[in-house]
């Protein structure tokens, strides 16, 4: 079983169904072919992650999210992601969504990225949107 945690650094953020949201980002994982790790989710300001970003990255900009892999084994998923509430909220009002909506497709987004999936190229970024949108309906229809 994955040791999936939540931090809350300097912001206050709802995480609705944590027992299940673990269990589905491990399916995640074990669907993608990997085995699940330690994973920490750490929900920040956008100050917090800029600085996260300015000092591991070199980019001095916002962002929603910052994922670290922290395993050499390309089969084990273990790492830190860093989100933003600030930039959820934003984003949630900015998409016409809710910020449940916005977080969860966030959160799936860094798994995304620690099972292999990239968003660099337009093409990558197309199919890393699908995925995440998938992943959505999956688990909120499943409710």
């Known amino acids: 079983m994955a040791d999936i945690r939540f931090f809350f650094a300097d912001v206050t953020i709802r995480v609705p169904e944590r027992r299940r949201l673990r269990e589905f980002i491990e399916a995640i994982i074990t669907r993608k072919g990997k085995k ?19 000092q591991y990255l070199q980019h001095d900009y916002y962002t929603d999210i ?27 009002k900015s998409f016409g969504s809710t910020i449940n909506h916005e977080l969860h ?7 995304l990225h620690l099972c292999g999936y990239k968003d660099k190229l ?16 999956l688990y909120f229809i499943k409710k």
Not at 69 to 84: A, N, W
Not at 105 to 111: A, C, E, K, S, V
Not at 122 to 137: C, H, N
Request: hydrophobic share 40%.
């Open 36 to 54: 699940p790790g330690s994973l920490n989710y750490i929900f920040c300001s956008d100050e917090y992650l800029l600085n996260i970003n300015r």
């Open 105 to 111: 497709r966030i959160m799936f987004h860094g798994i």
């Open 122 to 137: 337009k093409a990558e970024k197309l199919a890393m949107t699908r995925e995440e949108d998938r992943l959505l309906k």
């Open 66 to 92: 910052i994922t670290f892999d922290l395993d050499s084994d390309p089969k084990l998923v273990t790492g830190e992601i860093y989100i933003s509430a600030d930039r959820v909220r934003e984003n949630a």
